[in-house]
């Protein structure tokens, strides 16, 4: 079975999280954050994982260590559970409309980490959860997952739906990623680091 756990504890936060690839789209998380709940929440639905996460930061200074943290935490998730890599599709893409929003996420489980960000938000803050902190969540996920990671949102208006559509896109990119379609690991180098 692909999975993993992992905790982190740090000065500023303590994660802990599971992750189960070939799950059924069931989690529990936790982060003190309630829209950012909302959104792994939808990333775990929409890629057919399940994902189990708590986390408790320093939310008294801001959120953006738990956020991170979490992205750190989920991208090591990825790698650990993806073992080899042997027989993975390993690229992923799918754009996601939701009403007025459309969004892309692109993305190569390639061993190469780098992020493309596009998504120009009005808001600083959705309830307790800065707009700002999606960008760096990607980053750190993308970087320690090692994947090469493009979000992009075409257009739309309200930060909630694009935000919503970036989580929901890219749990579909990554399932379809993830699914194993061969006994072969797919790079003319042999090895997807």
Do not use: W
């Amino acid at each position: 079975m692909r999975e993993a756990a992992i905790e982190r504890s740090t000065k500023e936060t303590e994660v802990r999280a599971q992750i189960v690839l070939d799950g059924s789209s069931q989690s529990k998380i936790k982060t003190g954050i309630g829209f950012f709940d909302h959104m792994l929440t939808l990333f775990a639905f929409h890629s057919g994982c399940d994902l189990f996460l708590e986390a408790k930061g320093d939310l008294e200074v801001c959120d953006h260590h738990t956020i991170e943290d979490c992205g750190l935490v989920l991208g090591d998730l990825i790698k650990v559970a993806l073992q080899d890599k042997r027989g993975i599709h390993r690229y992923g893409s799918f754009t996601i409309p939701m009403d007025e929003t459309l969004c892309s996420v692109d993305l190569d489980l390639s061993g190469r980490p780098y992020l493309v960000y596009h998504c120009e938000t009005k808001r600083e803050m959705i309830g307790t959860y800065s707009t700002e902190m999606t960008e760096e969540f990607f980053r750190a996920l993308a970087t320690r997952s090692g994947m090469t990671l493009h979000i992009n949102v075409h257009y739309g208006n309200n930060d909630h739906h694009k935000i919503e559509a970036i989580f929901k896109a890219f749990g579909r990119a990554l399932k379809q990623a993830i699914q194993i379609d061969s006994d072969q690991i797919v790079s003319s180098k042999g090895v997807l680091e």
